[in-house]
């Protein structure tokens, strides 16, 4: 049993481990300048005014909401949208969401790209869209230890030395529920046909928190497509919010 505390340390820094940032949390989380930088993704509560806006343009109509924290708890809190997923929102206080709807109005089909959408401060900053991805690796990475720790623990069998820790089981867990509300709620590339409705989230770090403007870009809505499938009209939609300081 002398082995025992030393197991013990071995797992606390397998756990450890755990908190080590993904490399694409690495990543800046604004282009703008590098001096603003650490005022980006801070954890706040965003107040945006209009909360709603709506836009038509070729008969394309755009609905934007801004989905605050309340906004997004009833919101996958609904068990009648996420049945066994419902829960908790998997997005976090360093994230600014919105809802997003589109309706198709015309006679031919668009097509959407929200990767291409951006959010602009007026600090001179640019906020690309945050993916699944990036969402489930932040959540990975803010996992308590504490927690984690005990769920290792709650899943040891007997070994060699009295136990033994299902390491590769921990090291292959991943948050599958939050995954599944992500990939269920977001809004996805692709064509919307004549007649269609569709609607998401985008997500975004929040911006600097010195912020008082954002502009919401829904850029490059292709339209009107020739024989070869390429877009002879390209549309852009404009948001412009006034944001209260967190």
Not at 71 to 85: D, E, G, I, V
Not at 92 to 121: G, H
Request: net charge positive.
């Amino acid at each position: 049993m002398r082995w025992l505390p030393l197991c013990t340390v071995g797992l606390i820094c397998v756990v450890g481990c755990g908190g080590r940032k993904s490399s694409l949390l690495l990543e800046r989380q604004a282009r703008g300048l590098m001096d603003e930088e650490p005022r980006v993704a801070q954890p706040a509560a965003w107040r945006l005014d209009p909360v709603m806006q709506t836009q038509t343009k070729g008969n394309v109509e755009v609905l934007v909401n801004h989905a605050s924290h309340d906004y997004l708890k009833n919101f996958f809190s609904n068990k009648a949208l996420f049945q066994s997923y419902a829960g908790t929102s998997p997005f976090f206080p360093e994230n600014l969401v919105f809802y997003v709807k589109i309706a198709n109005r015309s006679d031919a089909k668009i097509r959407i790209n929200p990767v291409e959408f951006t959010l602009v401060d007026d600090r001179g900053n640019q906020y690309a869209t945050v993916g699944v991805d990036y969402v489930t690796a932040f959540a990975e990475y803010r996992q308590p230890v504490g927690t984690t720790t005990r769920d290792v623990l709650a899943g040891a069998n007997p070994g060699y030395f009295g136990f033994s820790f299902p390491v590769g089981r921990y090291l292959a867990k991943k948050p599958q529920g939050q995954f599944a509300q992500l990939q269920q709620s977001s809004l996805q590339p692709g064509y919307l046909f004549p007649g269609v409705i569709y609607d998401g989230l985008i997500a975004f770090w929040n911006p600097s928190t010195n912020a008082k403007k954002l502009r919401l870009l829904l850029a490059n809505i292709k339209t009107d497509f020739d024989a070869n499938d390429l877009p002879k009209t390209v549309v852009d939609f404009a948001f412009d919010f006034t944001a209260t300081k967190p």
